[in-house]
């Protein structure tokens, strides 16, 4: 597999630009074009027009593109279970939302290596985005997230969900939470909304971030009051460093399992999930 042509192809598709390409690549535009016009030759079939207006896919370009999608994919997959061939029979990348590995990293790699001794485990702990487009690259295996893209070639489905409650330094109910002091959590698009729509008053607020670890650290600094997981919250007032605001509204944000679709339903990626699932069901 000649990888280079297949990622020249899928970085023009992004660019509509040779020159753009050539600078992203690092390459100079002739080895773009020398490389554009390799594919053509083995598929007797214009991939690209260039015009004033720039780059523009033809018809056959647009049908080739989810299947360049799929080689970049698998060439990726190949390389990193060759290049990291050891005693080990198989190898996985996983994936977690940074708040969920906060909770069940531990427990949830230890399940997966009770089940999957000869298999070697990497696992990150990442952001939504990022890891919608590691699985869309090839370079994650499975991921448990909170925002699915749902790209062609992934598969999401739903298996749980987390709860995030306020808490505050001061404050016993929501009347006494200052907007000037709150501090607004911003864990998903979908949190924001039903935050948004819940306490439009604490909506604008100065200070925002998106991590649980992060806004527990500044409560303690501001002197504030936010929305963090229910297991942070209990913590903290079981240590009396917060107080938990019980007229706030609690505010559930759903998990994902994602994975490529062809994996979905082997057997190794069923099991890493359902203990996901079943670590999920006790909180």
């Known amino acids: 597999m000649q990888v280079d042509l297949i990622e020249t192809f899928l970085d023009l598709m992004e660019t509509r630009s040779f020159n753009r390409t050539a600078e ?164 998903s698009p979908a949190f924001d909304r039903i935050h948004r729509l819940a306490l439009p008053h604490l909506s604008a607020a100065p200070v925002a971030a998106g991590q649980n670890m992060a806004i527990t650290g500044l409560l303690g600094t501001l002197g504030a009051a936010a929305y963090v997981t229910g297991a942070t919250a209990a913590r903290l007032a079981e240590n009396g460093a917060a107080i938990v605001v019980e007229d706030a509204p609690v505010i559930p944000q759903a998990v994902y399992a994602a994975t490529s679709l062809r994996a979905r339903h082997a057997r190794q990626h069923r099991k890493i999930i359902g203990a996901m699932v079943e670590l999920l069901s006790g909180v």
């Open 24 to 187: 992203r690549l690092n390459i100079t535009q002739s080895t773009v074009s020398h490389r554009v016009k390799a594919l053509e030759a083995q598929f007797n079939r214009k991939l690209f027009t260039r015009n004033k207006g720039g780059t523009v896919p033809t018809a056959a370009g647009l049908r080739f593109l989810d299947y360049a999608k799929a080689l970049q994919n698998q060439w990726h997959e190949a390389t990193r279970a060759v290049a990291g061939a050891g005693a080990l029979e198989r190898s996985m990348r996983l994936g977690i939302q940074h708040d969920l590995a906060e909770i069940f990293a531990g427990p949830w790699l230890g399940a997966i290596r009770r089940e999957f001794q000869a298999t070697e485990i990497y696992m990150e702990a990442d952001y939504s985005n990022q890891m919608n487009r590691e699985l869309a690259a090839g370079d994650l295996d499975l991921a448990i997230l909170y925002t699915p893209h749902y790209l062609p070639d992934l598969h999401y489905e739903r298996i749980g969900e987390l709860h995030y409650r306020m808490v505050s330094v001061e404050a016993r109910d929501v009347a006494g939470i200052k907007p000037e002091t709150y501090i607004r959590a911003s864990y």
